[in-house]
T-cell receptor, first 115, second 109 residues
């Protein structure tokens, strides 16, 4: 099946640091990529949706200046958590989709721990 | 919010038994998808059922969709310990994609 590679898988850093997470579709072109945040034992909460070459659409309550999303190519999207603080600690998951009515293919997630 | 709800939230069964989980959603959809998540990992797509389909099979998985009730069910037959995971339904809404609250399934060997 389609593969999405997410990197890094685990990040531990100090408060105030900016962290970049990469999401790559390895064997398909992801016209749309999604970024989710997941708290322990909870469902995935959609943060933003990005189409290649366009600005990301952020969900209500998600600070676009805090969570910078870039989707410059059909195979790469990045999420940068700027000036991260302990409350930003979470599990972040990306996914890519080749077209409407197509399944999403997920990365393995990034566990972000801010000290 | 379009986020769906699933029940039960948690389910524990013996190996070999069948597991059924249900999902309800709020608005009209073109399709509904089921995903599986092992602890601390990303999600794996299991099955997609379109709005004009009522039932779909894939191996030991059986999915039903009732658009009049805005609900879907996932049945796993002859469960195995390796089926232990969280299961989520997901619905597209515009260009977004929303997940249900999830069912945590534990299959006891």
């Amino acid at each position: 099946g389609a593969v999405v590679s997410q990197h890094p898988s685990w990040v531990i850093c100090k408060s105030g640091t900016s962290v970049k997470i990469e999401c790559r579709s390895l064997d398909f072109q992801a016209t749309t990529m999604f970024w989710y945040r997941q708290f322990p034992k909870q469902s995935l909460m959609l943060m933003a949706t990005s189409n290649e070459g366009s600005k990301a659409t952020y969900e209500q309550g998600v600070e676009k200046d805090k969570f910078l999303i870039n989707h410059a190519s059909l195979t790469l999207s990045t999420l940068t958590v700027t000036s991260a603080h302990p409350e930003d600690s979470s599990f972040y998951i990306c996914s890519g989709r080749g077209g409407e009515n197509q399944p999403q293919h997920f990365g393995d997630g990034t566990r972000l721990s801010i000290l | 919010s379009q986020q769906g709800e699933e029940d039960p939230q948690a389910l524990s069964i013996q190996e070999g038994e069948n597991a059924t989980m249900n999902c309800s959603y709020k608005t009209s959809i073109n399709n509904l998808q089921w995903y599986r998540q092992n602890s601390g990992r990303g999600l794996v797509h299991l099955i997609l059922i379109r709005s004009n389909e009522r039932e779909k099979h894939s191996g030991r998985l059986r999915v039903t969709l009732d658009t009049s009730k805005k609900s879907s069910s996932l049945l796993i037959t002859a469960s195995r310990a390796a089926d232990t995971a969280s299961y989520f339904c997901a619905t597209p809404w515009g260009n977004q994609f929303y997940f249900g609250t999830g069912t945590s399934l534990t299959v006891i060997p």
